[in-house]
């Protein structure tokens, strides 16, 4: 057993856990210095080493997680480390009182214009063809231009779901979101699969522009979280419904913080760092990035 | 070209894509593999690799939080092989941490060297070889926790007199379950400590109650197994028994319950009458026995799981008289008639489908007393009952289970029998168990939902449909998510019962059959049902208390590991000191050079 120190955290982590509760989860499953916990009541957090938080519900720990992955099986308990604990067994105890807490939610910009959406989607479409030009799901954006040629199963699929909104025969409406996350939920290769990563930056899009603090109601929330529930493993459905909730991972939130910004090259470094996430998960999701600036403006 | 497609399910498996694609990419370079797909089983993905024809019945078996690895090559072995590559990149960052992964002692002597402090060893061998290693593990001063089957009942015996000549106890053989010091063993759940002390020569009897008294907010302070034949007259209930006295003596124990399916007539007398003399109150919740009777002040006899966890609470509560009411709850008794209205002329019929064979005793048991005939593999009743009949299965039976996991382990053993179920026109109610807890599989809602759905396309296609009853022995902090598993039955429209017996109870209902009242009618705590069952069989000899349990139940196991490395892993997420034994057959499994080996030393 040991303890170890979060130096930082997201709010959304810090809300799940309440500086008096003892138990955190169990682990819910290890990879690449990654470690993520299962809570009671069933949602998941990601535990990392230093770094921008990769997940909406992320931890930030002072140690080598390659060393501490290994130590720690599947199921192994995690607690706080706090005087109502000490009793109980655990495998790691994690000291959360001191973790800086880092704002990981997206909301309405209103200075934001359709013009600059328009042209920050452009220029980010620019961007993505210019350095990730058959990555993931990025052979769409040129396929919505010109048509569905040369495209992997996924991304046929992915077009087709995607076609009727982008022809513009369908508006956005919450019914027309929820047959869009129906249709790409859970579609792809990847650990989060490339439709539910396009999804997440949809969704930042949504919420930086302000249609889903217009539309968002618990119907759309109960009907989304059933689609997830359904359609893709436990992992990506928590990025998924965070992202409704408008919390994301650093690198995304950064790149859409930085889009939404005056300056008009402040994202290009934040691309960057978002291109590297997973194997396409960071060009999928700003695959949906530029899809939804597209839509919207 | 030919092509050949194999597929892989690697259940709750998680890698980072990145490492998917290089696995994804070393496949696809084999000489002979044509095509590869590595992704996360949910139906968009089936649907895609359904599309590329790249999906077989196996691959049909994954769900979301699985990752499937399909290939197409020019032979079946190529296919074979590449799928072999596969589960040997991924296995090895799955093993139960780094105790159990590098460099592993091969012997007990050797493991003990690492953790000189254990105190109990954990073996889960071939019977034939657990023996002898229990015996090692006697002689050097550990408690024995025996998973093992298949010990023959003289070393059995032998064993249990060395375990007592040492002042240890011996937990089994083919004992799967124990919870010591809240610390988990075998197929045991998560739960809370409490003033309840267990004893059971029945493994999901012993989950079913501890469960059933964490659902009612009390907790367990000893739960220990003892192994099914234990109870055997020859053997005498020597560990339960053993056992029971030092529970007795144990502070954190206030309320003791014995379970066990119905023990030696002079095994029952020996333990109600030495039960009584315990100074502490016991139930004896001897799974279908129906004669047992208190025989004096202090001993409460329960005929159901269901009773014994409900008389444990009473007693803990110190209420005076126990009335909790056991009849079918109004909205499960509204869902029964609502389900039963459903149902054709024709259908009357009840398959029970069991992973746990203690549930399915009981089971058994309480539906005969309700619906009369029904056929069973528990005691051969099969060929016997008229064509069609009801039916209980237990599916974790030596006959269901030669040649593949336990279906505790992998419930997909139940699919085939659903699905049988589904195409009898008599068929009506399918009752089952989901059994949560450690070692048990990390889905096993997610795969009955699967095939139920199946089966009730099959019902359905001949315009017919199933009433699916299920109860999720389980508790809230199960590594499986207890309310989740739960809620996903709900949604594919199983109804749930609160306990085995209750399952029952409901499925009598939607048969428009009032199934007895099991529970002893009447008895009040305070005066106890006076002895009425003679017990004239001669005492067995006193059992001592072995001196050094209350040590291990004191400060908890430390572990020597010998066998199924899961259970390693369970420890280990507990924080308890633990090592594994990379166990290997002695002699390269030549069983009669192993014995004169062992006589040479």
Redesign the interface.
């Known amino acids: 057993?040991r303890t170890v120190e979060v130096h930082r955290w997201s709010q959304a982590a810090a809300r799940l856990l309440p500086p008096q509760q003892a138990?955190i989860g169990?682990?819910?499953?290890?990879?690449?210095r990654?470690l993520?916990v299962?809570t009671?009541r069933?949602r998941l957090l990601t535990l990392q080493g230093e770094g921008p938080l990769q997940a909406p519900l992320g931890l930030a720990l002072g140690i080598d997680m390659t060393a501490l992955g290994?130590?720690?099986?599947?199921?192994?308990?995690v607690l706080q480390e706090i005087p109502t604990a000490i009793s109980l067994?655990?495998?790691l105890r994690l000291r959360c009182a001191d973790a800086l807490v880092w704002d990981g939610q997206i909301t309405v910009q209103p200075d934001l214009s359709p013009a600059v959406l328009a042209g920050r989607g452009h220029a980010l479409t620019s961007w993505l063809c210019c350095h990730t030009p058959g990555h993931g799901l990025a052979p769409l954006l040129r396929a919505l231009e010109h048509g569905p040629i040369h495209l992997s199963?996924?991304n046929t699929?992915v077009y087709t779901a995607l076609a009727p909104l982008w022809t513009g025969r369908q508006a956005l409406t919450v019914p027309t979101l929820l047959s869009l996350v129906s249709?790409?939920?859970?579609?792809?290769?990847?650990?989060?699969?490339s439709?539910d990563d396009f999804l997440v930056g949809l969704l930042a899009v949504l919420h930086v522009t302000g249609f889903l603090s217009r539309h968002i109601d618990a119907l759309l929330q109960r009907q989304f979280c059933q689609c997830v529930r359904?359609?893709?493993?436990?992992?990506?459905g928590e990025f998924l419904r965070c992202a409704l909730a408008g919390h994301f991972a650093e690198p995304l939130a950064g790149l859409v913080r930085a889009l939404c910004g005056a300056g008009p090259d402040a994202w290009l470094g934040h691309a960057a760092t978002l291109a590297t996430v997973?194997?396409?998960?960071g060009v999928d999701a700003m695959v949906g990035i530029v899809w939804g600036c597209q839509l919207l403006a | 070209m030919q092509t050949h497609v194999r597929c892989l399910v690697l259940f709750?498996m998680?890698?980072?894509?990145?490492?998917?694609?290089h696995l994804s990419y070393t496949l696809e370079s084999m000489p002979g593999v044509q095509r590869v797909a590595?992704?996360?089983g949910?139906?968009?993905?089936k649907a895609?690799l359904q599309?590329?024809g790249l999906l077989t019945a196996e691959g049909e078996a994954g769900g979301?939080?699985d990752l499937l690895v399909c290939v197409q090559a020019d032979t079946p072995a190529i296919a074979a092989e590449a799928l072999q590559q596969a589960t040997a990149r991924m296995t090895p960052?799955?093993?139960?941490?780094?105790t159990a992964?590098t460099a592993a002692p091969r012997t007990l002597e050797t493991a003990l060297r690492r953790l000189p402090e254990a105190n109990l060893a954990c073996i889960s061998v071939p019977g034939e070889y657990a023996v002898h290693e229990a015996r090692k593990a006697l002689q050097h001063g550990l408690h024995v926790f025996l998973f093992s089957a298949h010990v023959d009942l003289a070393a059995e015996i032998a064993l249990k007199n060395l375990a007592a000549e040492q002042g240890l106890l011996v937990m089994g053989p083919d004992c799967g379950t124990a919870i010591l010091h809240?610390?988990p063993l075998g197929f045991a759940n998560q739960i809370p400590r409490g003033p309840v002390g267990l004893i059971a020569a029945s493994g999901t009897g012993l989950q079913q109650v501890s469960c059933l008294l964490a659902g009612q907010g009390v907790g367990v302070s000893q739960a220990i197994g003892v192994g099914g034949r234990d109870v055997h007259e020859r053997i005498g209930g020597h560990s339960m028994r053993a056992a029971l006295r030092t529970l007795a003596q144990d502070a954190d124990t206030r309320v003791l319950v014995l379970i066990a399916k119905p023990p030696a007539p002079r095994v029952a007398a020996q333990l109600t009458r030495e039960a009584a003399q315990m100074g502490k109150p016991c139930v004896l919740a001897f799974v279908g026995e129906h004669a047992l009777t208190a025989e004096s002040a202090g001993v409460y006899p329960a005929t159901t799981l269901e009773e014994a966890a409900l008389l444990a609470r009473a007693l803990v509560h110190g209420t005076p008289a126990w009335s909790a009411s056991v009849a079918l709850p109004a909205s499960l008794a509204t869902e029964a008639q609502a389900a039963s209205t459903a149902l054709q002329p024709g259908q009357r019929l009840l398959h029970a489908l069991y992973c746990g064979g203690t549930l399915a005793h009981e089971a058994l048991g309480l539906l005969r007393r309700a619906l009369g005939r029904v056929g069973s593999n528990l005691d051969d009743t099969l060929g016997a009952a008229p064509q069609p009949a009801h039916m209980v299965l237990d599916l974790g039976a030596e006959e269901f289970t030669q040649g593949r996991p336990h279906p505790m382990i992998d419930p997909s053993a139940r699919r085939p029998y659903l699905l049988e179920a589904a195409a009898n026109p008599a068929v009506a109610v399918v009752l089952v168990d989901v059994m949560l807890g450690?070692g048990a599989h990390p889905d096993p809602a997610g795969l009955l939902a699967a095939a139920w759905r199946e089966a009730q396309a099959v019902a359905s296609a001949a315009g017919r449909t199933l009433v699916g009853i299920a109860h999720v022995c389980g508790a809230?902090?199960d590594?499986q998510?207890f309310?989740?598993q739960c809620q996903l039955l709900r949604e594919h429209g199983l109804l749930l019962a609160d306990s085995n017996a209750q399952a029952v109870r409901l499925a009598s209902a939607v048969l428009g059959v009032h199934a007895p009242d099991s529970t002893a009618q009447g008895a009040g705590l305070e005066s106890p049902a006076p002895g009425t069952a003679a017990f004239p069989q001669e005492p067995y000899p006193p059992v001592g208390l072995p001196s050094r349990l209350p040590e291990l139940l004191r400060t908890?196991p430390r572990v020597v590991n010998l066998g199924l490395e899961l259970f390693a892993?369970?420890l280990?997420?507990?924080?308890?000191p633990v090592v594994h034994v990379d166990w290997r057959p002695p002699a390269g499994g030549d069983a009669r050079l192993a014995s004169l080996l062992a006589r040479l030393q």
Do not use: F, K
């Not at chain 2, 949910?42 to 993905?45: A, D, E, I, Q």
């Not at chain 2, 960052?93 to 780094?98: E, F, K, P, T």
């Open positions: 057993m138990v169990r682990v819910h499953s290890c990879y690449a990654i993520n299962q009671p069933g290994t130590r720690l099986p599947v199921g192994a308990l067994p655990a495998a199963a996924t699929a249709a790409l939920v859970g579609l792809g290769e990847g650990l989060t699969p439709g359904q359609g893709t493993s436990q992992l990506s997973g194997h396409s998960s | 709750s998680y890698r980072d894509s990145v490492w998917l694609m590595v992704m996360m949910t139906p968009h993905n895609l599309d590329a979301a939080n960052q799955q093993g139960a941490g780094a992964r809240g610390i450690w809230l902090d590594p998510d309310a989740q908890g892993t369970q280990a997420a507990h924080g308890t």
